[in-house]
C-alpha cells in the first residue's frame, strides 16, 4: 500500500499543478496557443532532438559501461537504452535501473556495477546541472514567489562541489594512506562491501572530467532545444536568457516531485520565461498561455517518442530481461 501511494502521488501533485495552471488561462486562449503550433517544424525539431540526445546518450553510456561494468557494444546499448525509454515514460529512475537489470541478466554483469555506473552518470549530470545554475545565479537575481533562489543556490550549489569532492576523496582513498585506520568502522566496512559503489572507488580524475565533458554537449542542447518548440509557435526566447534560467529549472524539477518534471517544469517555464518572450504571436495569445501550451506538446511529444523508441527496441527481447526481481536482493 505504501509503495504503490509513493508511485501515485507523484503523478496526483503533478496534476495539481497542471490544473492550476490551465485554470489560470481562458480556454480560447489554450485553443489559440495550440493552433499557432507549426506542426511541421515542431514535430522535425522533436525528432531531431530526440536522436541527438538519445545519440549523446548513448556514447556516454557506453564509455562508462566498458570502462566499469562490461565490454559492451554501441549497438547493444542502443538497443538496450532504447528499450528502457518505455519504462522511464512512467518513472525515470526505473528506466535508469532497468539498464542495469538488462545486462545483469542477459550478460551476467553484477548488478552492483551496472547499477553503481548509472549511479556515477547520474551525480556528473547532476554536478553539471548545478554548474550551469551556479553561473546563472552568479549574473542574475532570481526571486519565485518571494523564494530568493539566487541567495539559496549560492549556498547549496557550493555546497554540493565540497561534498561530491569529499565524496570522491573518500573513494580514492579509504584503506589508504590517512584514510586506512577508517576501513576498520564498522559504518565505512557496510559501504565498501557494497558494490554498487564499486564505480566511484575505481573512478579516477580523468573519468570525472571525461564524462563530465561527454554529458556537456548533451545538457547544451537540452537547455537550448526548448526555443525550438516556442519557434513552431510564433515566438522566441531571449537565447542568453533561456541558457541562465534552463539550469535552474532543470535542477529544480531534478527532485523526484513530479515525474520527469511534469507541471513543476510547466509552472517554472511560465513564471521565468514570461517577461522573456517575443514574437508574432504574442498579438493573440499571452505569453503564459503560449509557454504553457508549448511547453507541454513539447514533453508529450518527448514522451511519445521515447514510447515509440522503446517499443521497437524492445520487439525480440525478454521483457522480464528489465523487470526488477529477487535478483535486487544480492547488492
Request: contains cysteine; positive net charge; glycine residues 8%.
Amino acid at each position: 500500500m505504501a509503495r504503490r501511494l509513493k508511485s501515485i502521488l507523484p503523478w496526483l501533485l503533478a496534476l495539481l499543478v497542471l490544473g492550476y495552471l490551465l485554470s489560470q488561462n481562458h480556454p480560447r486562449d489554450l485553443i489559440n496557443g495550440l493552433s499557432q503550433t507549426d506542426l511541421w517544424i515542431f514535430s522535425t525539431a522533436a525528432i531531431f532532438y530526440f536522436l541527438i540526445v538519445y545519440g549523446l546518450d548513448v556514447w556516454s553510456l557506453h564509455l562508462v559501461f566498458n570502462r566499469f561494468v562490461l565490454p559492451t557494444s554501441a549497438a547493444e546499448l542502443v538497443r538496450a537504452r532504447g528499450a528502457t525509454y518505455l519504462l522511464s515514460i512512467l518513472n525515470f529512475n526505473a528506466g535508469q535501473g532497468a539498464l542495469a537489470i538488462y545486462f545483469h541478466k542477459t550478460r551476467g554483469a553484477p548488478l552492483a556495477k551496472g547499477l553503481g555506473a548509472i549511479l556515477f552518470m547520474s551525480a556528473i549530470d547532476l554536478l553539471l546541472v548545478a554548474t550551469c545554475a551556479l553561473l546563472a545565479l552568479s549574473f542574475l537575481s532570481v526571486n519565485l514567489r518571494g523564494i530568493n533562489l539566487s541567495a539559496w543556490g549560492r549556498i547549496a550549489i557550493p555546497l554540493l562541489y565540497l561534498g561530491y569532492a569529499l565524496w570522491s576523496y573518500f573513494w580514492r582513498h579509504i584503506g589508504r594512506g590517512t584514510l586506512e585506520q577508517h576501513a576498520k568502522n564498522r559504518f565505512v566496512r557496510w559501504f565498501l562491501a557494497h558494490g554498487v559503489f564499486h564505480t566511484f572507488r575505481e573512478a579516477r580524475v580523468r573519468d570525472h572530467v571525461t564524462v563530465f565533458l561527454m554529458r556537456a554537449p548533451l545538457l547544451a542542447i537540452v537547455l537550448g532545444a526548448y526555443n525550438a518548440a516556442i519557434y513552431a509557435s510564433g515566438a522566441l526566447i531571449n537565447w542568453t536568457v533561456l541558457y541562465l534560467y534552463n539550469p535552474i529549472i532543470m535542477l529544480i524539477t531534478a527532485l523526484p516531485l513530479t515525474p520527469a518534471g511534469l507541471g513543476t517544469g510547466q509552472a517554472l517555464t511560465v513564471e521565468l520565461f514570461r517577461h522573456s518572450l517575443t514574437g508574432p504571436a504574442l498579438a493573440t495569445v499571452p505569453a503564459d498561455t503560449l509557454l504553457l501550451t508549448s511547453s507541454l506538446i513539447w514533453f508529450l511529444a518527448n514522451q511519445i517518442l521515447k514510447g515509440i523508441t522503446g517499443a521497437i527496441c524492445l520487439r525480440g527481447l525478454s521483457k522480464n530481461a528489465f523487470t526488477e526481481d529477487s535478483t535486487l536482493n544480492k547488492i
